[in-house]
C-alpha cells in the first residue's frame, strides 16, 4: 500500500454546499456591543474559569494589571495623546512601532488601554511563544495570541475586540540603538488586508521611549542561528547589570500618540484584495507613524523626563 | 430511505443503527460489521464481514441500500496498531468506496465519519481550524495519515460520482458516558495528567451530539465537510477541575519518551497526536454545520460537565450501563419468525 510520500499532506476537500442556497448567519451589528462577539451559549454558568477562546483570563490580566501598574505609572511615566482616537466600540487594528530587546510598549499600550477604557487588547505576537512552557501560557493568559492570519480575523471580526499588531514584528525589536525609530519593512501588509477582510479601521500608535528603555548596541546572527531565537543582543541593561539586565529597563519617559483611525471604505469579506492597494495602504500607514515619531522626537528635550 | 451502516460491532455503529431503525422513513437498516452488535437492535440485519468489506458489493447489490454510513474508522489508537489501522481505514474505506463506486450502484449518500485529528496542532497553527484549513505540521503518527488517506479517497469519491452526496464529518475529542476515548480513559484516571507549563485550549463533542450529528448529515443533503465539536474551548485545567480531579505534570520535554513507562505499566496510553493536543490545543469552527440547520445539545464545557455527572455517579453505584449480549439465535427468531406478531396496530 504506498503510504503518503508528502508529509505536508492537505486535508481533504469535498465539493462545498452552493454559498446562495445556505442560510447566512444573521450578520451581528457592527457598532452594538464593546464585548464579546462570541455567542453566549446557556452553558456559561457551568464555567469555572474565566479563560475565553484566546486564552485570555481577565482575572489573571487583572492581577497583571496591578502588578504592571506601578512600572507604567513611575518608572515609565506613560503619557498618552489622542487616545479619543481608540474606538470605545467594535474592533479595530492598533498598529505601533516595535523596540527594545524585551519590548516593553506591548504591555505598556495594552496596559493604558485597557485602564483608561476598560476594553480588553488582545497582542498579536510570535509563533515563538506557544513552544514555551509556563511563559507561553502566562502570555496567553494575560492577552497574548499568536500572530495567525485567521486569530486576527477572527478577533476582530467575529469578536469585535482591539487587537493590537507590530507589522515590524521581530525586524523592529531587533534592531541596533543607531537604528533608533527608523521603522522597518511593515511585513507584506498583512495587517492593512486582514483590517480590510474584518472590516475595521486601521489605528496608528507611534511609540517614544521604548528605544531607550532597552537599547540593544550588538547581535549576534550566529547564536541566534544556533539557538533558534530571532536575534540575541547585548544590551547597555546587560553591559551594567550583567544578566539582569534582562530584567530591568532604563526609565526612559514613553510617550504614546494615537493617530486618527485609517478606514478604507472597502466590502470586508473579500475573496482577495488589490495587492498594491495593500501595500500603499501600510506604506500610508507606515509614513504617518514615521512622521508622528519624528515630530514627537522634534519636541522631546529629555529621554529621561520627556 | 435503506441505509447501511458500518462498524456494526462499535458503539457508533450500534447507536446509529438505533437511531436510524426508529424512524419510520428507513425502510432498512444493515449493519455491517467484524464483531456483533453492542447495543440492542430492533429490526437491524446484522451482517459479519472482515473489515475489508471485500463482500461489500454483492452485499450493496443484493440490499439495494442507497445510503452508506461509514463509522468504522479508528481514531483511538491506543487500541490498535498502526498496521491494523491502516487496514481497516485505509483499506476498508477504499474497498467500500469501491463497492459503492459501481456502474449502476444504488448509492446516492455517502457519510464518512472523520476525525479534526486530520488538522494536525502546531505552534504556527491557529487557535480554530476551518474546514479549508490546511495542515502545517507533517502527519507523522499512523492515525493521522490513515485518517488523511481516506479523506483523500473520499474527496476522490465525491469528485467521480457527482451524483452521489458525500458528508464527511470530522468530530473534535468524544467525551460520554459510553464511548471509549483517549481523554475519556485520561479522566477517568485518579490523577490526570498534563504537560508541565501548558494549558491548552481543548473542545469536546458529547457523544449524543457526535450520534446526533451523524444522523443529521443521512437525513439532510448536506455535501461537503463539516466539523463537528461543542461550542467554545476550554483549557485544559478547567476541564480536570470540572471532572474532580487532580494534575499531575509530564516533562515538557522529551514528554513522550515520559509517558513510554505509563504506557508499558497499563496505567494510561497517551499516543503522540494527543499528547500534541495536551500542549498546543484546538479549536475548529462549527458553525457551518449550524448553517445547515444542525442544533448542539450541548456546549464544549456542556459535554464535559455531562462527563463529569456521569462519572460521579459511576463512582457511587458502579458502571450501569446493562451488558448486552447478541445471540444470533435470538435475534433471527425476533425478526423472521413467522410466531412473531410483528404489527400490533
Redesign the interface.
Known amino acids: 500500500m504506498p503510504e503518503p510520500s508528502d508529509d505536508r499532506a492537505q486535508t481533504a476537500r469535498l465539493a462545498e454546499p452552493a454559498r446562495a442556497g445556505a442560510p447566512s448567519m444573521p450578520e451581528p451589528g457592527t457598532q452594538l456591543v464593546p464585548v464579546p462577539g462570541e455567542e453566549r451559549t446557556d452553558d456559561d454558568h457551568l464555567r469555572r474559569g474565566d479563560v475565553d477562546r484566546w486564552g485570555r483570563s481577565e482575572s489573571i490580566r487583572e492581577i497583571a494589571r496591578t502588578i504592571y501598574d506601578p512600572m507604567y505609572r513611575y518608572w515609565f511615566r506613560a503619557e498618552w495623546e489622542g487616545l479619543e482616537h481608540v474606538p470605545r466600540h467594535g474592533g479595530a487594528l492598533l498598529v505601533a512601532n516595535h523596540a527594545g530587546a524585551i519590548p516593553a510598549d506591548a504591555p505598556a499600550i495594552m496596559h493604558g488601554i485597557e485602564t483608561e477604557l476598560g476594553r480588553p487588547v488582545y497582542g498579536l505576537a510570535e509563533f515563538l511563544f506557544r513552544d514555551v512552557p509556563v511563559l507561553g501560557t502566562l502570555w496567553s493568559r494575560a492577552g497574548g495570541v499568536t500572530a495567525h492570519p485567521e486569530n486576527a480575523y477572527r478577533l476582530l471580526h467575529d469578536d469585535r475586540q482591539l487587537v493590537l499588531v507590530f507589522p515590524e514584528g521581530v525586524k523592529g525589536t531587533g534592531k541596533l540603538y543607531r537604528d533608533r525609530y527608523q521603522l522597518r519593512r511593515f511585513g507584506r501588509g498583512g495587517f492593512v488586508e486582514i483590517a480590510m477582510r474584518s472590516g475595521v479601521p486601521v489605528v496608528p500608535i507611534a511609540v517614544v521611549g521604548a528605544e531607550e528603555s532597552m537599547p540593544i548596541v550588538w547581535k549576534s546572527p550566529r547564536l541566534a542561528k544556533l539557538l533558534g531565537v530571532p536575534y540575541v543582543p547585548v544590551t547597555v541593561n546587560m553591559l551594567m547589570f550583567g544578566p539582569l539586565g534582562l530584567l530591568a529597563y532604563f526609565p526612559a519617559k514613553f510617550k504614546f500618540r494615537v493617530l486618527p483611525p485609517v478606514h478604507f471604505g472597502v466590502d470586508p469579506d473579500q475573496e482577495r484584495y488589490s495587492r498594491s492597494r495593500v501595500m500603499d495602504e501600510a506604506d500610508r500607514i507606515r509614513e504617518q507613524i514615521q512622521d508622528a515619531l519624528f515630530d514627537m522626537l522634534r519636541k522631546r528635550t529629555s529621554v529621561w523626563s520627556g | 430511505m435503506r441505509a447501511l451502516v458500518t462498524g456494526i460491532g462499535t458503539f457508533w455503529g450500534s447507536r446509529i443503527a438505533q437511531e436510524l431503525e426508529g424512524r419510520d422513513d428507513v425502510e432498512v437498516v444493515v449493519g455491517l460489521g467484524t464483531n456483533e452488535p453492542v447495543l440492542p437492535l430492533e429490526r437491524t440485519e446484522y451482517v459479519r464481514a472482515d473489515s475489508g468489506y471485500t463482500i461489500l458489493q454483492r452485499l450493496v447489490h443484493a440490499t439495494q441500500v442507497d445510503t452508506i454510513v461509514h463509522t468504522h474508522l479508528m481514531v483511538d489508537s491506543t487500541q490498535l496498531g498502526g498496521r491494523a489501522m ?1 487496514e481497516i481505514n ?2 476498508g474505506t477504499m474497498n467500500l468506496l469501491a463497492a459503492a463506486g459501481t456502474a449502476g450502484s444504488p448509492i446516492r449518500k455517502v457519510v464518512v465519519k472523520s476525525s479534526t485529528l ?2 494536525g496542532a502546531g ?6 481550524f ?7 505540521t ?3 503518527t499512523p492515525v493521522e ?1 490513515s485518517l ?2 481516506v ?2 479517497f ?2 476522490d469519491f ?2 467521480d460520482n ?1 451524483h452521489v452526496t ?3 464529518l470530522r468530530f473534535t475529542n468524544i467525551l460520554g458516558d459510553h464511548m471509549q476515548t483517549p481523554f475519556a480513559s485520561a479522566l477517568r484516571l485518579p490523577v490526570v495528567p498534563e ?5 491548552p ?1 481543548l473542545q469536546f463533542t458529547h457523544e449524543d451530539d457526535a450520534c446526533a450529528a451523524l444522523v443529521f448529515a443521512c437525513l439532510n443533503e ?4 463539516y466539523n463537528v465539536g461543542g ?5 485544559w ?2 476541564v480536570c ?2 471532572v474532580g480531579k487532580r494534575r499531575v505534570a509530564l516533562p ?1 520535554v522529551l514528554t513522550g519518551l515520559a509517558a513510554e513507562p505509563l504506557r508499558m505499566l497499563r496505567v494510561l496510553d497517551l499516543p503522540s497526536e494527543l499528547l500534541t493536543l495536551l500542549r ?1 490545543g484546538k ?1 475548529v469552527d462549527n ?1 457551518r454545520l ?3 440547520g444542525f442544533r448542539y445539545r ?2 464544549t ?2 459535554a ?2 455531562d462527563f463529569a455527572r456521569g462519572l460521579r455517579l459511576e463512582s457511587t453505584v458502579g458502571d450501569r450501563t446493562p451488558a448486552y449480549r447478541y445471540q444470533r439465535d435470538v435475534e433471527t427468531f425476533f425478526r423472521h419468525s413467522p410466531a412473531v406478531v410483528r404489527d400490533h396496530e
Not at chain 2, 222 to 225: E, K, L, N, T
Open positions: 491502516h485505509v483499506i486530520v488538522y505552534k504556527s497553527d491557529p487557535y480554530v476551518r474546514e479549508e484549513a490546511k495542515r502545517t507533517p502527519a507523522r495519515r488523511l488517506e479523506e483523500s473520499v474527496s465525491s469528485e457527482p458525500v458528508t464527511l504537560i508541565f507549563g501548558f494549558d485550549l448536506i455535501p461537503g465537510v461550542d467554545g474551548t476550554i483549557p485545567s478547567e477541575t470540572i515538557p498546543y479549536g458553525s449550524k448553517r445547515a450541548y456546549s464545557v456542556g464535559v460537565e
